[in-house]
């Protein structure tokens, strides 16, 4: 069983016991509890269910793993050839660690 939930203008799949890294979340305290409702898709075992544009009364549970965590090193490199200018910046985007817990179909 799986979902495609939408977050932030962003799309992610999400299934029972697996790590979701969200970026830009709320100030959640660590064992929080968070709903998302706009579940684009729906997948039980073959059976799909596809929003349009949501899955009416479908939302997806998560509880808040950690609070904060960096993720990895990104390098960004700027250049002007024949010009002799080379600049060499970096840094980790903090990010929220999510378990995703279950998935409920309010009726």
């Known amino acids: 069983m799986y979902a495609i939930v939408e977050m932030k203008g962003q799309q992610?799949?999400?299934e029972a016991g697996k790590k979701l890294f969200i970026n830009r979340i709320a100030d959640l305290e660590k064992g929080a509890?968070?709903?998302?409702?706009n579940v684009l898709l729906l997948d039980n075992e073959g059976?799909?269910?596809?929003?349009a544009p949501y899955v009416k009364g479908a939302k997806v549970v998560c509880e808040v793993l950690d609070n904060e965590c960096r993720g990895e090193k990104i390098l960004v490199?700027?250049?002007?050839r024949r010009k002799g200018y080379r600049k060499l910046n970096g840094h980790r985007q903090k990010r929220?660690?999510?378990?995703?817990?279950?998935?409920?179909r309010c009726r």
């Open 12 to 14: 992610f799949k999400v």
């Open 96 to 104: 929220k660690d999510n378990q995703y817990g279950s998935q409920e």
């Open 47 to 51: 059976k799909v269910k596809v929003g």
């Open 33 to 37: 509890t968070v709903e998302f409702e």
């Open 77 to 80: 490199f700027h250049k002007k």
